[in-house]
Nanobody
Framework: EVQLVESGGGLVQPGGSLRLSCAAS????????MDWVRQAPGKGPEWVSF????????AYADSVKGRFAISRDNAKNTLHLQMNSLKPEDTAVYYC???????WGQGTQVPVSS
């Protein structure tokens, strides 16, 4: 069974940091490009970041560039998103997904509020 399980979300103050993780199982994780996607309350999904299968290439939405960093550990079948200098507008449910959108996690909530 394919599973993507996000963790690491939670309430954080503006200016704070969080590190999200996504544990993959049931498929050959190292063969897949991966993305983080978020959905803010009352809004549609927003692409956040991409990393290629080998981890050597990444891309970011303009809204998070310079503040977020994506990484992966193929030996541990894990994807990460380091989020720094968080803003209230980063409040959303964050999902990891394969770039072909075949597999999605259940999401982890990140409220940014004082």
């Amino acid at each position: 069974e394919v599973q993507l399980v996000e963790s690491g979300g939670g309430l954080v103050q503006p200016g704070g940091s969080l590190r999200l993780s996504c544990a993959a199982s049931g498929f050959t994780f190292g063969n897949y490009d991966m993305d983080w996607v978020r959905q803010a309350p009352g809004k549609g999904p927003e692409w956040v970041s991409f990393i290629n299968s080998g981890g050597g290439g990444a891309a970011y939405a303009d809204s998070v560039k310079g503040r977020f960093a994506i990484s992966r550990d193929n030996a541990k079948n894990t994807l990460h998103l380091q989020m720094n200098s968080l803003k209230p507008e980063d409040t959303a449910v964050y999902y990891c997904a394969t770039s072909d959108l075949a597999y999605w996690g259940q999401g982890t909530q990140v409220p940014v509020s004082s």
